[in-house]
Structures are given as C-alpha cells and as structure tokens.
C-alpha cells in the first residue's frame, strides 16, 4: 500500500457533520439565515462564555467589522502584531487605517506585552494614540491578556482579540475570543473547527454585536422597502455551514485531544535532537494545539529549516514556515515596526508540522522520520 499525502491541517468531517448538512438542506433553510445559524451562534457564545455571537462568511470579515466596532477610520493607526496571518493586517488596511507592527516575545510567540504598553506610553505622550490594539493568538495559544488589557484600559484605547487560531484554548481560565471589546473566531477549512469558510465575532457587548449583524447585512434598515443609512457588506453565514459548524462543535474536545496529542509526540520524538526547540507552552493557559510547530538552530542541528521542508516534501507531507512577519512583506514595507528580531527568527527556523485532528499514528511517525533523515545525513 502506498502512503498518501499528508497535509499541515486538513477538515476532520465525519456523518455527524454530513447528516446535520443535509437536515438543514432538506428543511430548505439553504440561506444566510435559519435554525442551524441561530444554534450555532448559541453555542459558540456558550462556549466562549460571551452574550453575544454573529456567524459571518470568514475571520477576515469578522476582523473587519470588530475594527468598525472599535471605531477605526481612515488615517486612524491601530497596533498589531507583526508575526501574524496577512488577514489581520490586511482587515486594519481595508479601512484606510496604518498599522504598526509589534514583535512577539520569545515565551509564547505572541505580541510582546511590554511593547504594546511602550508603545501606547510613547504615543499618548505625542497624543497619537491607536484608535485600536489587535492581539493574536498565534497557533492556538493565547497572548498575555493581564498586562495587555492594563495597559489598553490605561489608555482607554479597545483591544481586538484575534482569536481566528485559538477557539477552545483558554488564559487564566477563561476562553480564547473572550478577551477586549471584540474576539474574532475563524472555520477555515485549516483552522480547528471548519465549516468549510466562515467566522464569527463574539462579545458581550450587545451594541457592537448589533452594529455586526446590520452591517453584515448590507446595512439594511428595518423597514419594509431598503433604506441604508451606511455602507453594508454581504458577510453572513450560510445556514448550510452553520449546520456543519454544529457537528463540529460536538467533536471539538475530542479534536483538541487530538493535536495535542500530536504535539506531545513530536516533541517526545524530535525534542531531544540537538537544535531543535517546540513552541514554549505558558503558564498562563491552555493552548489548543492548532498547530504544532518547531525551531530549527541550523548550525547545532546540522542543517536549516528548508532542508526539514524539503525531507517532508520529498516524503509527499505538507509542512510551511512559520509565519512570515508582516513588516517583512512587501505589502506592509512602509509601516513602522517595533523590534522585529523575534518574529523575523520565528520565520527563518520555524517549521509547521502536520497537525490535523484525523492524524494517524503511522502519519505521525512518518513526519518523525522524515525530520530525523536530515540528521542522519548530516551524520553519513
Ligand atoms: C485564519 C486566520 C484569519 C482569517 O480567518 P479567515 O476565516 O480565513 O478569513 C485571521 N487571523 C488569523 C491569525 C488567522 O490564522
């Protein structure tokens, strides 16, 4: 038998997910309205322990109209980590606002705390401050919320949580997407849950959950002919996805087990070579392990990051790079950013490794073996 290809985070669907589809097909809410969505919704609020959830098409739109909710216009800055997805920027840029990159702190990968507190110190003093702060939660693991609430609430400026990797970690106990005005959850169809594409905005802020909801909605007034009093957008959930989304919301649990697991092995099996390091776990909380991840010291490994990328390659496995850093792309080249050594070194040795939820124990054997080559040629 030949092995298949294994990817970095694929869907993890089964017929509890296919028989909630077709009921709702079958009741014919196949619309951007409907039970599923409503129940969805629900339960992810119940989850996040927030009051409100709005089901939207993807992360992207939900980053989008939390940033509307904290107020950002053209012109406006808003702070945001450096090593992120390219959404969370691009979201502040489709405002016509400037972001300014923070880098992370070596302990969780995260946007360095004391970066974001000197930075709305320096500003307020200038009296620019951000009309917002993004934090992220890189790879399911949450940012040091303590101090970085302090320091937004010193100055009065709302802090975004982009939770789009993070649904069922938790800080301190208390859940990812919960945290500042706003939390912004994904369903990629590579994220821990998937409905195939869509996202949700959680608060418990009736207002901001209210303004989503109309706007995702073209912005339509209630009245029986179409008045719009703002610009709208076509962002909401389909019902069918929500249905989907219900299914996997029953599994999550089990999913999480499932990739910690599989960081758990990796870092057993892969931990003790020389020059390789996993992403630190902080004290503070419990990831949920989206995606496990690796560091590369190349020169006591014997060989650099691409070269693993490559041994997975050659192996037909999907592994990446760790995200490459926002103010490092040429997109974003003309933004300030503050500090840059850590993410730009998260970059250059980090490696993503398979990470799905249906993994086997055979594939995460073939992932350990396929790192542990490169050494052994390094030896030969
Ligand atoms: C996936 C992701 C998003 C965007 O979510 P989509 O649903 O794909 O639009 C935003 N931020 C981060 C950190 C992500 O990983």
Redesign the pocket.
Known sequence: MTDTRIYLSPPDVTDVERKLLLNAFDSNWVAPVGPDLDAFEERVAELVGVRHAVALS???AA?HLALIAAGVRRGDTVLVPSF??A??ANAVAYLGARPVFLDSTPHSWNVDPELVAGELRARAGRGQLPRAVIA?DMYGQCADYDPLLAACDRYGVPLIE?A??ALGATYRGRAAGSFGLAGVL???GN?IITTGGG?MLVTDDGSVAKQARHLATQAREPVPHYEHRSVGYNYRLSNLLAAVGRGQLQRLGQMIEARRRTFEHYRAALGDLPGIEFMPIAAYGVPNYWLTCLLVDAERFGAGRDRILDALAARDIEGRPAWKPMHLQPVFQDCVMRGGEVSASLFHRGVCLPSGSALTDRDRDRVVDAVRSVTCEQKG
């Open positions: 993807s992360g992207t980053l992120t997805f959404a969370t992220v982009d789009a990797e994904s369903f990629n994220k996202g």
